[in-house]
Every structure is written in structure tokens, then in C-alpha cells.
């Protein structure tokens, strides 16, 4: 389920590839019809369209999320906040009542000396928002092969964050 969700949801969102903003590579509504045709695994495919999430951002993003459904978490995906100075700050997750912001950064996109820059100086003003009492940071690496992990840490910062 995991590789035909990422794939779904990387054939339907835009993407940066090669340093370059690729458009989606077709619609939902193709994809919906595809999976009427009566083939072996097309009823469970048509159940899975159902969690697929087109402001998902990264495959680890996306495993990040289903792991996080399956322990019952119901996490904002790219919730939008704003700094005090009125800036638009998007979070990968958002647990908007108990104010945790859970962030997964891939190497690729966040692996060079200016990104690490730019990360930091966004992840301070991401603190500083009004919606955002706590902040966690996990790499792609953890969400592929440490997610019981990744969504224990995330259970026991939102029990923190609720007492």
C-alpha cells in the first residue's frame, strides 16, 4: 500500500525534479477511472485513492502520514501558520490543538550549506508562531527505517503536550 499511495501521490502533485518544478503527470479523476477497469487488486486500490493526499510533499512525508493513521493520529497535512511579522510558514503536520509541528526533512532537498541556512532561520520563525508550541524534526531516513520510532515520539510529545 505504501508504494502505491507514494506513487499516486507523486503522479498527481507537483514536484521538484532536478531544481525544477515538475507539473503533475495526470488527475485524479484518470487515475479514479483506471481503477473501475475489473482487475486483480482494483477494489483494494480504489480504497487506498481514499487516503491519498495531494498536498503531501515527499514519499516520506506520505509514509510518515499512513504510519501515523494507523496509530490514530489525524495530523493537519501542509497547515499553513503565520509568524508575528504576517509571514506564511507551511508545516508537513500540525496537531493544531496541542500546537506540535512535526517537520520530515529528506537529505535531497535539505542537504546543502544554503538550505541548512535557509532551514534554520525558517524553523525559529516556525517557532515563533502563535499555533506552534512544540517542534519535531525527523529525517526521511528515520520515517524508512525507524517509523515505530518516529510516530512513538510523536505519541509521547502530543501526551506532554496535553497535560
Known sequence: MDDAVVAVESALTYRRVDGRRRPPVTTPAAVSLAL???????ARARDWLRIVDLQAG???????????????LRPET???????????RYLDFLFRPEGL??????YAYHGTRD?????IARFNQVLQCPEVRSLLRFSAEDVFHRVEWVVGEVERTLAALRR
Open 36 to 42: 473501475q477497469a475489473p482487475l486483480l487488486g482494483s
Open 58 to 72: 515527499s514519499p516520506a512525508e506520505t509514509v510518515a502520514r499512513l504510519r501515523m493513521l494507523d496509530a490514530g
Open 78 to 88: 501542509q497547515a499553513e501558520v503565520r509568524t508575528p511579522d504576517g509571514r506564511r
Open 101 to 106: 509541528a512535526v517537520e520530515i526533512e529528506g
Open 115 to 119: 538550505a541548512h541556512r535557509r532551514d
